[in-house]
């Protein structure tokens, strides 16, 4: 219950020594809170989520954390694509069910293609069957958006993802706006959180990427439409049909076509920041045979790029405001030579340290391996194991994407 108080009044505005003059609102609107201790950051990578769930799986048990509670030191989940899906039974605290859906999954089928497309992925089809299905294929450039079916994953999410549950942490998500193409982000708050909540999430956020930045509040209505629109990779899926913040109805996709690894997220919010990897450092792909390993192979190559632009984001950002946090009055008056912009950087620039954790070879599954249940359970495994070596501090001149 602590924990929960706590957190009421913990939810900064995103930015060491904020100065609320530069939000329009009083000083007596802002309560004098400190950033959150430390964000869990999950990865998108479709089923190499079990490590994910492995290692979720392990900080819980090595923290005697039982169903219900929220998974400390964390207070704020952060997710993209399976790692949105895996955030939201971390934010709910229901470990058991993380464990026993990824153990389950395979029997559910879940990345089927469409029946005009079936025969590409069949090796037993015939040559006409085949042919067949690559006109099908080329009709994607007209009428058609993607090659799996959505339904099989959306009622998987609808059966599993009880709008009800209560949260015990806070949750951020993203998604991209394929309509208005620009990323934007829903948040689930836990009960208890007090009311101003959303407004300081919207403010938070908004200072750290930027004062456009769309951040809205999951509603019962639009959870699952938006957890699902984070995890479907264009082409591979439908877009989602979500309402926009006007109500107008927009196409979402994948949140991980601007960031995979949502640390920008967690640099907004909070003090320090746990990001879980689904990769180790590069190695070359297996063999890209069709449309679907094509386009995640793509989206690996954006999702690397993004990840180590953001990562060195944070990590000079936190570095520069560190340094210039030491100087005098005097000093920074002398270096700031009046430049507003410098000042605006100083009051509203976050600190958040970094560390991360990845598997140290590929992962013994594949992005879209979901009915594979060996290697499923061998990448959760890894997962578990991988707590015991811990998180790496972050630094620009050691990590390798």
């Known amino acids: 219950m602590a924990t929960i108080e706590r957190r009421e009044f913990l939810f900064a505005l995103g ?51 039982s169903d219900g509670s929220p998974l400390l030191p964390y207070e704020i989940v952060c997710g993209t694509s399976i790692g949105a899906l895996n955030g939201w039974f971390v934010a709910t605290g229901q470990y058991t069910k993380l464990h026993d859906l990824w ?19 069949d090796s037993q089809s015939g040559l006409i069957d085949r ?77 750290s990427l930027g004062s456009q930045t769309v951040v809205r509040e999951a509603t019962p209505d639009l959870l699952h439409r938006a957890i699902f629109a984070s995890a479907a990779l264009p082409i591979v899926f439908d877009p989602v049909l979500i309402p926009g913040p006007d109500g107008a109805i927009n196409e979402y996709c994948d949140g991980g076509v601007a960031s995979n690894s949502p640390v920008g997220i967690a640099h907004a919010v909070s003090k320090a920041a746990d990001v879980v990897l689904l ?30 632009t953001e990562m060195h984001n944070v990590y000079f950002q ?12 005097e000093e920074f008056a002398r270096a700031a030579g009046g ?19 990845r598997p140290e070879q590929t992962l013994p599954v594949t992005v879209a391996g979901f009915q594979d249940e060996e290697g499923i359970g061998k990448a959760y495994r890894t997962g578990w194991l991988d707590v015991e070596r811990g998180f790496t501090p972050y630094d620009w001149s050691t990590f390798e994407l």
Do not use: C
């Open 15 to 65: 930015a060491s020594g904020l100065a609320p003059s530069l939000l329009g609102i009083s000083d007596s609107d802002v309560p004098a809170v400190e950033p959150l201790d430390r964000a869990l950051v999950l990865s998108g990578g479709g089923a190499l989520g079990a490590y994910e769930a492995g290692l979720v799986g392990a900080l819980a048990a090595r923290g005697a954390v």
């Open 103 to 121: 153990y389950g999954i395979s029997a559910e089928k879940l990345m089927r293609p469409k029946p005009e497309y079936e025969a590409l992925r």
């Open 131 to 207: 042919g067949a299905s690559v006109v099908q294929l080329a009709r994607l450039a007209k009428n058609q958006t993607g090659v799996l079916q959505s339904k099989p994953v959306y009622d998987w999410i609808v059966r599993n993802v009880d709008p009800a549950t209560p949260l015990v942490m806070l949750m951020v998500w993203a998604v991209t706006n394929l309509t208005l193409q620009r990323p934007e982000y829903f948040f689930l708050r836990p009960y208890g959180a007090g009311t101003d909540l959303p407004e300081r999430v919207v403010h938070a956020l908004r200072l």
């Open 279 to 308: 990769d180790p450092p590069f190695q070359p792909s297996p063999d890209i045979r069709d449309a679907i390993a094509i386009a995640y192979s793509v989206f690996g190559t954006m999702q690397r790029k993004i990840l180590e």
């Open 318 to 329: 936190s570095l520069a405001r560190r340094a210039i946090a030491r100087l005098t009055t």
């Open 339 to 357: 430049n507003k912009l410098l000042e605006r950087f100083v009051q509203t620039v976050p600190v958040t340290d970094l560390r991360y954790i």
